[in-house]
């Protein structure tokens, strides 16, 4: 049911969602809007006595494991290449004066 939808209303989501609205896109928006409440409304009416809530419509679960290093952490086969390390890491040329 559209009407229910005003021009403030539809004024004040504007402001709030920062959108400048021509007019043709007013009627739209508050033709959307009315189809949205009327939705919900009809879902309201839905009898739902017997149905336990779900906190998601997908069965999820989590998977804990230890956080433990199974492959190790690679430096060594990381700087074999470089041209110039130091304490296990690399050494650049310096990219600024102090």
């Known amino acids: 049911m559209a009407n229910r939808i005003t021009d403030e209303m ?5 402001i709030l969602a920062k959108l400048e609205l021509s007019g043709e896109e007013r009627e739209q928006a508050k033709e959307d ?11 309201n ?18 998977v804990f494991r230890e956080d ?4 190790g952490d690679g430096t060594e086969e990381t700087l074999c290449n470089a041209p110039e390390t130091k304490n296990h ?7 600024f004066e102090q």
């Open 68 to 71: 433990e290093v199974t492959n």
């Open 89 to 95: 890491m690399f050494v650049v040329p310096r990219t």
């Open 10 to 14: 539809i004024d004040y989501v504007g």
């Open 45 to 62: 009416r839905l009898d739902t006595s017997g149905i336990e809530p779900m906190p998601h419509v997908f069965p999820i679960q989590n």
């Open 33 to 43: 809007m009315g189809k949205m409440l009327d939705y919900i409304d009809q879902m």
